[in-house]
């Protein structure tokens, strides 16, 4: 047990001594959960469904088939964050097979000189978090060289973009949050994975998110204007991973957030940054909406493990499950 998760040693004993024993899951996929109206072995129950749906309908070469989606390294890069965040080995678990070849897939679509995943920087952001994820917890020689290849491309995409932000492409001289919200995460990743990311990176991009803030707390797509649940969501969680949540910029882009309802557009989307955003915020705020969010998701899951999206249901699965996975706390991206 690594120093890091000491702190849980009390909770553990109390789950050995007391929780009802179970045959069909590993010891340390147990739930470091606050207070929830569900049992542990219940969300773990809903959470193993989407897992084993999400195992079964890999391909051999690593991605999903549902189009276009599926097949894009970015959706396998969460996917595979779905998978390390459950708790199990990596390396010889029940998953092992499917991580190593969400791992070939990533890694054959890195390009070797510049290190550019996929074809967008949406692409690249996620599966560039999927490998920081993965540093460190998968016996695999590959990772290190080519988490440091993405996260150099993103600090040069940044250093040439006049917003010091991000867009579509590398290349890009504007940007957007949602975008820059993926190249952020990474880099706090990356950084808790133990790679030398700069503060002034950081710094630069907190500036670009606070210049599309509106005055009511929101975050918009380009600009302040436009401001929406999902973009808010992404704001809150960049301003908390950068522990500004003393800011007067974060506690009113939280008041918008609460104010903000879940809609169809974007649905998932909004699970997968809404239920880090608050987690992040406080144990009282985290506890009302994981206990909702884990109500809901037990009734739109499917009997075959998955749920419905926009985006398709490897997408629609992973995040659901990303926003399940803050019950376990194994990943140090989802650690407060």
């Known amino acids: 047990m690594s120093f890091r998760h000491l702190h849980y040693l009390p909770l553990l004993l109390w789950v050995l001594l007391f929780a009802p024993s179970t045959m069909e899951q590993p010891q340390a996929q147990q739930l470091f959960t606050d207070q929830i109206d569900l049992a542990a072995t219940e969300v773990d129950r809903i959470y193993v469904k989407g897992l084993q749906f999400l195992s079964g309908s890999q391909s051999e070469r690593g991605n999903w088939n549902d189009r276009p989606y599926g097949m894009e390294p970015g959706v396998v890069g969460l996917t595979l964050v779905s998978i390390l965040a459950h708790g199990d080995d990596p390396n010889h678990g029940p998953y092992a097979l499917t991580v190593s070849r969400a791992l070939d897939f990533i890694l054959s679509e890195q390009n070797p000189r510049t290190g550019y995943i996929g074809r967008t920087m949406y692409n690249h952001g996620f599966a560039t978090l999927a490998l920081a994820e993965a540093y460190g917890s998968v016996v695999d020689e590959r990772i290190g060289p080519a988490l440091e290849l993405a996260i150099n491309l993103i600090l040069t995409s940044q250093s040439n973009n006049p917003k010091n932000a991000w867009r579509y492409s590398p290349e890009s001289k504007d940007a957007d949050t949602t975008v820059s919200g993926a190249q952020m995460v990474a880099l706090f990743a990356a950084r808790n994975a133990g790679l030398s990311v700069p503060q002034e990176a950081i710094e630069k991009g907190l500036e670009y998110f606070l210049s599309c803030q509106s005055t009511d707390g929101g975050f918009g797509y380009t600009s ?48 997968y940054y809404g239920s880090q955003a608050f987690f992040h915020a406080s144990p009282e705020e985290w506890n009302a909406w994981n206990r909702e969010n884990i109500a809901e998701l037990k009734q739109a899951q499917n009997s075959d493990g998955s749920w419905d999206g926009q985006f398709g249901s490897t997408f629609s699965t992973s995040a659901s499950l990303l926003s399940l996975a803050l019950n376990y706390r194994f990943l140090p991206i989802y650690e407060r």
């Open 224 to 271: 302040a204007s436009g401001p929406n649940g999902p973009r808010t969501a992404i704001g809150c969680l960049v301003l908390a991973l950068a522990k500004r949540k003393e800011t007067a910029a974060y506690q009113s882009a939280f008041t918008f957030l609460k104010r903000s309802t879940k809609s169809s557009s974007y649905y998932h989307y909004f699970l």
